[in-house]
Nanobody
């Protein structure tokens, strides 16, 4: 059974920090490259950061140097985190975790809302 549970979002002032967490179980998440995605109002969902099974990371240019993705594989569950520093109002979005790349028919969790005030 696929489960994706994101948490850690909130309201923060510009320049502040948040740490997002995701617990992903089932569907071979444990051996998959995982990613944090975000969707701002009126915009398409975009990949923010990704991390391979072995720990190699990649970041969107817009968050490079400010966000750090990490993972911890425990049995059948991937515990994915993302430390977000120097937050900007344009980082406001709902944040989701999932495999990267995405598959057709993939399941999404409920996401976690991040709101950055100016």
């Amino acid at each position: 059974q696929v489960q994706l549970v994101e948490s850690g979002g909130g309201l923060v002032q510009a320049g502040g920090s948040l740490r997002l967490s995701c617990a992903a179980s089932g569907s071979n998440f444990i051996i998959s490259t995982m990613g944090w995605y975000r969707q701002a109002p009126g915009k398409q969902r975009e990949l923010v950061a990704s991390i391979t099974y072995g720990g190699s990371t990649n970041y969107a240019d817009s968050v490079k140097g400010r966000f750090t993705i990490s993972r911890d594989n425990v049995k059948n569950t991937v515990n994915l985190q993302m430390q977000m520093n120097s937050l900007k109002p344009e980082d406001t979005a709902i944040y989701y975790c999932n495999k990267y790349p995405l598959r057709i028919g993939i399941t999404w969790g409920q996401g976690t809302q991040v709101t950055v005030s100016s």
